[in-house]
């Protein structure tokens, strides 16, 4: 049985919370993309904490036997992509975050809260 966007979408949000992620954001972007139905942005204030976070987020998906189709930018740790199909996770440094600012350009999605 595979995980849906929404089972997805929880499991992020707590291995996020486990490695003590900072500001996380759950976009509902199923009406404004086709590329998924969410995006969840998070940050790390160092290195070590946003490659901590990467490992949670994919550890946790595959422990539920989700698949993990992509992940990028891990070895320098500044901006970690990982696809999961349905859900984009992004997780930044924070330097990176504020540069970015990703939140601006899906300023027409909706904040899930509680994801």
Request: glycine share 4%; aromatic share 6%; proline share 1%.
């Amino acid at each position: 049985m595979s995980l849906n966007s929404e089972e997805i979408l929880t499991i992020v949000n707590h291995a996020i919370e486990e490695k003590k992620g900072n500001e996380i954001t759950s976009l509902n972007i199923k009406e404004i993309s086709l590329i998924a139905d969410y995006f969840v942005i998070c940050h790390g204030n160092s290195e070590p904490q946003v490659k901590a976070i990467a490992e949670e987020v994919k550890k946790r998906v595959e422990e539920k036997n989700g698949l993990i189709k992509r992940m990028e930018g891990y070895d320098t740790a500044r901006w970690v992509l990982i696809d999961i199909g349905d859900v984009i996770v992004h997780i930044f440094h924070r330097e990176e975050r504020e540069y970015y600012n990703i939140e601006r350009l899906w300023s027409d999605a909706k904040v899930v809260e509680n994801a």
